[in-house]
Antibody, heavy 119, light 108 residues
Framework: QVQLQQWGAGLLKPSETLSLTCDVSSGSFSGFFWSWIRQPPGKGLEWIGEISHSGTINYNPSLKSRVLVSVDTSKKQFSLKLTSVTAADTAVYYC?????????????WGQGSLVTVSS | SSELTQDPAVSVALGQTVRITCQGDSLRTYYASWYQQKAGQAPVLVVYGKNMRPSGIPDRFSGSSSGNTGSLTITGAQAEDEAVYYCNSRDSIDHHVVFGGGTQLTVL
């Protein structure tokens, strides 16, 4: 059973950088795309970006200028950095596993991390 | 455009069949995937591909596709199916992932 465990700072001030990391335990790390998705309170899901084990990256065009997704295959971990945060970036952030570039399916999700941006 | 459009809310009587739809140009290239999200929980994948279900998902959940529309059908809805359902797909040009706005399903 694939498990995704995520961690990072939960409270940020405007203009700071959001940083989250996700650890993948059990299952293969290669052959999948590793994604970040967020959900503002009371709203829908927004895909942020993804990275493959080999470093292929896709970003949401609306966030691309502020997002960096990276991977450490030796640790089976991947990370998210979102710069210059504002209150609009307040959301539950999920790490997740995607089935690949030819499928939108995301089959395993982390537990979610609430990140609040407030002065 | 890679946008996906879903009806905000749908209701179904207990034990009846309900179809939730998702419209978007990218669905002419990709099959929609469908997720169930209950309050305070992470989404759960229920249907993906042509009509595939992950292990543990009841067979009352099924998927179909026609043109630019993907559909999730629940045959014999149960009280525990009450949730928000999201579809997603990939943009057919640059392959970034996109989610629909979600459909709140109420089981009466």
């Amino acid at each position: 059973q694939v498990q995704l465990q995520q961690w990072g700072a939960g409270l940020l001030k405007p203009s700071e950088t959001l940083s989250l990391t996700c650890d993948v335990s059990s299952g293969s790390f290669s052959g999948f795309f590793w994604s970040w998705i967020r959900q503002p309170p009371g709203k829908g899901l927004e895909w942020i970006g993804e990275i493959s084990h080999s470093g292929t990256i896709n970003y949401n065009p609306s966030l691309k200028s502020r997002v960096l997704v990276s991977v450490d295959t030796s640790k089976k971990q991947f990370s998210l950095k979102l710069t210059s945060v504002t209150a609009a970036d307040t959301a539950v952030y999920y790490c997740a596993r995607g089935l690949g570039i030819w499928s939108p399916a995301i089959d395993y999700w982390g537990q979610g991390s609430l990140v609040t941006v407030s002065s | 455009s890679s946008e996906l459009t879903q009806d905000p809310a749908v209701s179904v009587a207990l034990g009846q069949t309900v179809r939730i739809t998702c419209q978007g140009d990218s669905l002419r290239t990709y099959y929609a995937s469908w997720y169930q999200q209950k309050a305070g929980q992470a989404p759960v994948l229920v249907v993906y591909g042509k009509n595939m279900r992950p292990s543990g998902i009841p067979d009352r959940f099924s998927g179909s596709s026609s043109g630019n529309t993907g559909s999730l059908t629940i045959t014999g809805a149960q009280a525990e199916d009450e949730a928000v359902y999201y579809c997603n797909s990939r943009d057919s040009i640059d392959h970034h992932v996109v989610f629909g706005g979600g459909t709140q399903l109420t089981v009466l």
